[in-house]
């Protein structure tokens, strides 16, 4: 009875240390996934910073032309000789300062969904990989 003592003792020794490998390569694993994971994140924070500059120096451009436009434009309306041209002087420029507002937003809704789905996608992939790992059984 002893000697199947001893050999269950053994057995069992063995199992516990099996699972105390497994569980000490899924901490190591958790910390190289967590550097990864970091990583992923300020991958995905400098494309969000790249693309709100983008989207910076678009605004400031269209508002540079925009004040460029309202001051050509009013300096046209001062030189008017009858207050038919100046409606049509306004009616023009209103409807081009439209078309450039709705090109402008136009463009910045494109490149925000561009550089936000470029931005997820490292953190995506990296978390995708986590679970993939974690979602294994331990054997």
Known sequence: MTDTATETIKATTEQ????????????????????????????????????FEGVSAET?????????DLVAVSKTV??????????????DYTKAAFDNFLAFT?????????????????VSRQLGTVFKKFAQPVA
């Open 16 to 51: 516990v240390k099996g699972k105390i490998d497994q569980a000490l390569k899924a901490f190591e694993d958790a910390g190289s996934s967590s550097k990864e994971t970091y990583e992923a994140f300020v991958s995905s924070f400098n494309i969000t910073v790249k693309g």
């Open 60 to 68: 400031a451009a269209y508002t540079k032309k925009a004040v460029e």
């Open 78 to 91: 001062v030189g008017a000789k009858s207050l038919r041209e100046v409606v049509d002087i306004q009616n």
């Open 106 to 122: 136009n463009k910045i809704g494109e490149m925000t969904v561009q550089f936000t789905q470029e931005a997820v996608e490292p």
